[in-house]
């Protein structure tokens, strides 16, 4: 069994901080770990995934993610943000076993809020 | 190119009705799964087709959701005899091939409410 724990439902930043999205897995096996992005009415999009390959994983838009197994975290970080970065945010969960089939196990989001 | 499109944007349906919601995979994409994100729920897998494989029907919550893949390629979601706790926003996503290495992509998905 597998699950995703995302730490605040809501974060708020302003423009130009740091951003800190928490996410924190369990998983009976090596996990795969990804982080989405959903704007208003629309679909999910992949900001940067970890497949066993470097534990400091780089996505889109300047977004980046540290795999930390001692941890079971999976944190989404940005030095900067920036307005455009207003979204909620998931992150989840898959292995390579079994008939995973790389169906994902969502958190349950953080809605990012950027002040100006 | 074109991406996972899904139709329609909005349902509203009556208690008791039945609904279907399409899912246009990109094209080639052999993997396409659904998933439901509801507010008490979160996102959800429903279910996963690839190719002529069995589907995995392990995510669908009742006898009452049932899904099917035509020709390998669009994907119909029925929901029969439609209740208030269906409300949600049906995702489709599509891969090139099954499996952690394939991204899977997202369609803008089908907002369902039932009065």
């Known amino acids: 069994a597998q699950s995703v724990t995302q730490l605040g439902s809501h974060v708020s930043v302003s423009e130009g901080a740091l951003v800190l999205l928490r996410c924190n897995y369990s998983?009976?096996?090596?996990?795969?770990l990804f982080w989405y992005v959903q704007y208003p009415n629309q679909g999910l999009q992949l900001l940067l995934k970890?497949?066993?390959?470097?534990?400091l994983v780089k996505g889109i838009n300047g977004f980046e993610a540290e795999f930390k197994k001692s941890e079971t975290s999976f944190h989404l970080t940005k030095p900067s943000a920036h307005m455009s970065d207003a979204a909620e945010y998931f992150c989840?969960?898959?292995?390579?076993?079994?008939?995973?089939?790389?169906?994902?196990?969502f958190g349950q989001g953080t809605i990012l809020t950027v002040h100006p | 190119g074109a991406g996972v499109s899904q139709s329609p944007s909005n349902k509203v349906t009556e208690k008791g009705k039945d609904v279907e919601l399409r899912c246009d995979p990109i094209?080639?994409?052999?993997?396409l799964y659904w998933y439901r994100q509801s507010l008490g729920q979160g996102l959800e897998f429903l279910i996963y087709?690839?190719?002529?494989?069995?589907?995995?029907k392990s995510g669908l919550p009742s006898d009452r959701f049932s899904a099917e893949r035509t020709g390998g390629s669009v994907s119909t979601l029925t929901i029969q005899r439609t209740q208030q706790e269906d409300s949600a926003v049906y995702l489709c996503?599509?891969?090139?091939?099954?499996?952690?290495?394939?991204?899977?992509?997202f369609g803008p998905g089908t907002r369902l409410t039932v009065t």
């Open positions: 996503a599509s891969s090139s091939l099954a499996g952690i290495s394939y991204e899977q992509y």
């Open positions: 998983s009976s096996v090596p996990p795969y």
């Open positions: 970890y497949t066993s390959a470097a534990t």
């Open positions: 989840a969960v898959t292995n390579a076993g079994g008939t995973s089939y790389g169906k994902l196990t």
């Open positions: 094209s080639g994409h052999t993997a």
């Open positions: 087709f690839q190719g002529n494989s069995a589907p995995d």
